[in-house]
């Protein structure tokens, strides 16, 4: 199995940046697809964005162009998001998939964006 902890979240004014961090032990290799949602107050999770075994990465509309998805190595997933809004305020969760396997989920950090 596949353990996930994310970190990094935290305060910032509208037009800063963050960088959340997934750290991920266990079978790691294993894994498919590493993903960020995210989830605000009152509404239902989303898709932020993807990045595969491969390297390809794949953006909600949201987020393109301001948010960036990287892996340093099979053990950690970056989310480094620029130009933040009021609006990406939420509880942002990381995800690890592989197909017709498991399907995990991190504890959540908690980014607020004041204006």
């Known amino acids: 199995q596949v353990q996930l902890v994310e970190s990094g979240g935290g305060l910032v004014q509208a037009g800063g940046s963050l960088r959340l961090s997934c750290a991920a032990s266990g079978i790691i290799f294993s894994i498919n697809v590493m993903a960020w949602y995210r989830q605000a107050p009152g509404k239902q999770r989303e898709l932020v964005a993807t990045i595969t075994s491969g390297g390809s990465t794949n953006y909600a509309d949201s987020v393109k162009g301001r948010f960036t998805i990287s892996r340093d190595n099979a053990k950690t997933t970056y989310l480094i998001m620029n130009s933040l809004k009021p609006e990406d305020t939420a509880v942002y969760y990381c995800?690890?998939?592989?197909?017709?396997?498991?399907?995990?989920w991190g504890q959540g950090t908690q980014v607020t964006v004041s204006s």
């Open positions: 995800n690890a998939k592989r197909y017709g396997s498991f399907d995990v």
